[in-house]
């Protein structure tokens, strides 16, 4: 479990972090959002007892980092995997973390495994590209078995396959009952892997939500294409649909509330500015395609329009 409270930091003039507070729970995969420079790497920075809090508290399991009795078996981090010294070992690497956290040799053996960096354990690591750097930093965070995780940016440089193997981990240490706590720009990975989403602009809170309510929040409802276009939109206007051009929908503009059945003006409207394609709040793909056979409208494409955690994301941080 993380907690924080009224998190601030200031340097000089910047105000990086301001006023803070957020829970990272367990069980669940949490997704740290925001755009560049606000504020993820210093608040995960707090939290790890790297910088120290302006004001506010950043605790881990109840207490700072910095108190923690055995911190390497309770937390494990990745921040920076290109910090890494690039003469050692992969191995050599993780056996000095190890010694250092008092955890034994056959964890370092399991660890590698883990990320799937085995067969390379004995090469240097000046010679590792970035995905595998990636992997022994996330190798390094798992070392002492920790409850929990926190990850700046772990999916950078890893391939596809890479990407899913990460998020299939991740989810399955969540479900293990460990807290996790990842930032990544990465937006549809983001919305596959994170149960939650905290969300943050300019060092404040922006949005603490389930990333399903978020992106439910958002749905933008059903495109329909259809040759009757005017003829089913008034009936599924009489069913209590919004309905829209899908041209306007795409152009982001806001639904027109739904008006009664028969309105000759409105299809005409619907049939000047989108031609046959319409865009439908309110009722669902199903429901539509019923109305539509009740009406011996036919109906060419059906496809319910889900927003992209991306436009979500870029519309409550403008
Ligand atoms: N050591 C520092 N000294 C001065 N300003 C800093 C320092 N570290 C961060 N900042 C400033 O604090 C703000 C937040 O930076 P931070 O790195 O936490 O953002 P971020 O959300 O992690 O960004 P990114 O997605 O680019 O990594 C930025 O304006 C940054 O310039």
């Given at each position: 479990m993380i907690e924080v409270t009224e998190l601030t930091k200031v340097y000089g003039s910047t105000?990086?972090?301001?006023?803070l507070t957020f829970d990272v729970k367990p069980g669940q995969v949490t997704g740290f959002l925001g755009h560049n420079g606000a504020g993820k790497s210093t608040t995960m920075r707090m939290i790890l007892g790297l910088h120290t809090p302006t004001s506010g508290k950043a605790l881990i399991n109840g207490v700072r980092k910095q108190d923690l009795r055995d911190p390497m078996r309770e937390v494990g981090a990745m921040?920076?995997?290109?910090?890494?010294?690039?003469?050692?070992?992969a191995f050599a690497h993780l056996q000095a973390l190890a010694y250092a956290g008092g955890i034994g040799r056959r964890r370092v053996v399991e660890v590698l495994e883990e990320v799937g960096l085995s067969g390379v354990a004995?090469?240097?690591?000046?010679?590792?590209?970035q995905g595998m750097r990636q992997r022994l930093g996330i190798a390094a965070a798992l070392l002492g078995d920790p409850g929990v995780l926190i990850l700046d940016?772990?999916?950078?440089?890893?391939?596809p396959d890479g990407i899913r193997w990460l998020r299939t981990m991740l989810r399955s240490l969540a479900a293990e009952g460990r807290t996790v706590l990842l930032s990544s720009h990465l937006m549809t990975e983001m919305s596959l892997t994170a149960d939650r989403l905290i969300i943050i602009g300019q060092g404040r809170l922006i949005e603490d939500v389930s990333t399903a309510d978020l992106l439910a929040r958002f749905q933008s409802g059903v495109l329909v294409r259809s040759p009757h276009a005017a003829h089913l939109s008034r009936a599924l206007e009489a069913a209590g649909a919004t309905i829209r051009p899908a041209q306007d929908a795409e152009a982001g503009e806001e639904p027109v509330p739904g008006r009664p059945a028969g309105a000759g003006a409105d299809a005409r409207s619907v049939r000047d500015a989108g031609g046959e394609e319409l865009l439908v709040a309110g009722l669902t793909a199903a429901v539509i395609g019923d109305i539509a056979l009740a009406n011996g409208c036919a109906v060419h494409e059906l496809v319910s329009r889900r927003t992209s955690l991306e436009e979500a994301f870029m519309e409550i941080t403008q």
């Open positions: 105000r990086a972090v301001s006023g921040l920076d995997a290109a910090e890494v010294q690039g003469g050692r070992s004995r090469k240097r690591i000046a010679g590792f590209s940016e772990p999916a950078n440089g890893l391939d």
